[in-house]
């Protein structure tokens, strides 16, 4: 791996682990009441077992992204690096991916099934979620493009095989 | 590639298109209705923008898996398989993932956000989602095992880079 490579990719791990940091950060601080016929409402989000997989997943994610800052960069473990992204960057995509579709029933409802949107009532609650879920976007993303260079590097560029 | 390994990822190609084909059959044929208070209700698939999405992501799966399938031994095109099977991979992930989180507030609903379950009103339309994410999950694990093949194969044994 050239020298431009390697800062690129060390980019690349630095934005993913910020990014996943803050879409923890910005999650587990969403919380909201509102008032509703004189009773009290509270909107967290460990409430919704989408959002809290989210949270556990992000926190995986920025582990294995510090982890794999420092290592050394002739340790034989960066060999199973590749494999690893290609799981974290599922768990990402998965813990998104599921936050979302609630999210969006939070936003818009589901009038079919009965399901009210709940952002009119939470307003601050809904933009921390709508946050953090842009934030392990921008780290999936990360990840992707990560993957890709990692695929090159090994299936030889234009993707023919080098071995 | 040897022949065993060749018949092995044929064969996990092979239960990957079933297993999408089946997700869609039984995802498009969950209908159910229910009279409630004199009203009749209909529950339907499309009516969930997570569960149009499953279709959607299954349909796009199974024509890739089809057209793999019929991809010629020596064509240069395998080389870029790879990459693709990470990205439909991620994708059948994300559409099951999303689809569950759905599923879950349907069957146990979300007493914080007001959201009722449904499935004691639509016990068939229940059994039929259900049955479609089981189907997509098979898909998703045969994929999985392809790409960690595939890998193995590329990266080589005990993930030690062969180039």
């Given amino acids: 791996m050239t020298?431009?490579?390697?800062?690129?990719?060390?980019?690349?791990?630095?934005?993913?682990?910020?990014a996943t940091i803050i879409a923890i950060i910005i999650m587990v601080t969403s919380?909201?009441?509102?008032?509703?016929?004189?009773?009290?409402?509270?909107?967290?989000?460990?409430n919704t077992?989408?959002?809290?997989?989210?949270?556990?997943?992000?926190?995986?994610?920025?582990?294995?992204?510090?982890?794999?800052l420092f290592l050394p960069s002739k340790n034989s473990l960066w060999h199973l690096v590749l494999v690893l992204d290609v799981v974290i960057t599922m768990l990402l995509t998965s813990a998104i991916s599921a936050a979302l579709a609630i999210a969006y029933v939070?936003?818009?409802?589901?009038?079919?099934?009965?399901?009210?949107?709940?952002?009119?009532?939470?307003?601050?609650?809904?933009?921390?979620?709508?946050?953090?879920?842009?934030?392990?976007?921008?780290?999936?993303l990360a990840y992707m493009v990560l993957l890709l260079y990692s695929l090159h590097t090994v299936v030889g560029p234009f993707f023919t095989v080098k071995a």
Same sequence: chains 1, 2.
């Fill in 3 to 18: 020298k431009a490579k390697r800062i690129c990719t060390l980019l690349l791990r630095l934005l993913a682990l910020a």
């Fill in 31 to 46: 919380r909201d009441s509102a008032k509703i016929l004189n009773m009290k409402f509270n909107a967290k989000y460990s």
């Fill in 49 to 68: 077992p989408a959002f809290k997989y989210f949270v556990i997943a992000n926190a995986v994610v920025s582990i294995y992204s510090l982890m794999v």
């Fill in 106 to 140: 939070g936003k818009k409802g589901n009038s079919h099934a009965g399901w009210l949107p709940i952002c009119g009532q939470f307003p601050k609650f809904c933009n921390h979620v709508g946050g953090a879920l842009i934030a392990g976007f921008v780290a999936a």
